[in-house]
């Protein structure tokens, strides 16, 4: 039932990454001017290498490659930079509005739960409102003792985000929802006298409800093409898995971990 289930989730998140580019393609010619840093201005077509460290110019019948870093600037002919490069920073893209984040990690830490590093995989679309600030929503499969279905809200600052490499912080907060049964059982506690004469402890099976989480992390995105990028990130993750059997028991499961985890980047 889990790989089942990671099976879909890990299948349905790399199809839609793949009809997301293949919705918005990334390396179509596009007309302006490039400004060399030598003083040359040519008008035509330009388009990137998948790299993005060079750019194809057609201009006057011919197709000239150059470095980005012979590049000062590309403009559309109407004053508006659309690439601008630094000494030192020969990468910079112009990021799109909606991308997606997929992301696979392990939470480590606490002894005192039996489950020492479960797994974690996590798939959200985001909009970009205001320059590095985004925010989305998202889900995925989590396993613990139970599999759980976690539902969140997602919001996410990335600093100098049109460079190769790009720092974050990003903040999630939502709900496990469990997909199957709990597997922890409830055992009625009899008097421990040693003249007890009765039935045996009742066994009930409990029920697992999900519970709140939060989890604010820190990492970095290496942008590899202007629409595909890797990321790693570092976080602590906190949240309670409720159970309950009959009606005089309950008991809560609190995770409090850090989280590893490697992401993929789709813009």
């Known amino acids: 039932m889990r790989k089942k289930l990671l099976l879909l989730f890990v299948v349905s998140a790399l199809a839609g990454a793949m009809h997301l580019l293949q919705a918005q393609p990334d390396y179509r010619p596009k007309k302006g001017y490039v400004h060399l840093k030598?003083?040359?201005?040519?008008?035509?077509?330009?388009?990137?290498?998948?790299?993005?460290?060079?750019v194809r110019v057609i201009s006057g019948g011919e197709s000239l490659v150059f470095s980005m870093t012979e590049?000062?600037?590309?403009?559309?002919?109407k004053g508006a930079n659309i690439i601008k490069t630094e000494?030192?920073?020969?990468?910079?893209?112009?990021?799109?509005?909606?991308?997606?984040?997929?992301e696979l990690g392990i939470l480590i830490g606490n002894a005192d739960n039996e489950l020492k590093a479960p797994f974690i995989f996590n798939t959200s679309l985001h909009y970009r409102l205001w320059r590095g600030l985004a925010a989305g929503a998202g889900t995925g499969v989590e396993i613990y003792k139970e599999t759980y279905l976690p539902v969140f809200a997602h919001v996410m600052y990335?600093?100098?985000?049109?460079?190769?490499?790009?720092p974050f912080v990003s903040l999630q907060g939502g709900y496990e929802i469990p997909l199957e049964g709990s597997r922890l059982k409830y055992v009625d506690i009899r008097p421990?006298?040693?003249?007890?004469?009765?039935?045996?402890p009742e066994i009930t099976d409990t029920k697992a409800k999900g519970g709140w989480l939060i989890h604010p992390s820190v990492g970095f995105i290496y942008q590899l093409s202007e629409g595909f990028g890797m990321g790693l990130s570092l976080g602590y993750r906190h949240h309670s898995l409720r159970y309950r059997a009959n009606d005089d028991y309950s008991m809560d499961v609190n995770y409090d971990r850090l989280s590893i985890k490697l992401g993929f980047i789709f813009n």
């Open 158 to 166: 990335t600093f100098g985000e049109n460079r190769r490499v790009s």
């Open 38 to 54: 030598n003083g040359t201005v040519l008008k035509g077509k330009y388009i990137y290498a998948p790299t993005l460290d060079r």
């Open 87 to 102: 000494e030192g920073v020969p990468f910079c893209y112009k990021p799109r509005r909606l991308f997606s984040l997929n």
């Open 192 to 200: 421990g006298r040693y003249d007890w004469i009765g039935p045996p």
């Open 71 to 77: 590049v000062e600037k590309i403009s559309n002919g």
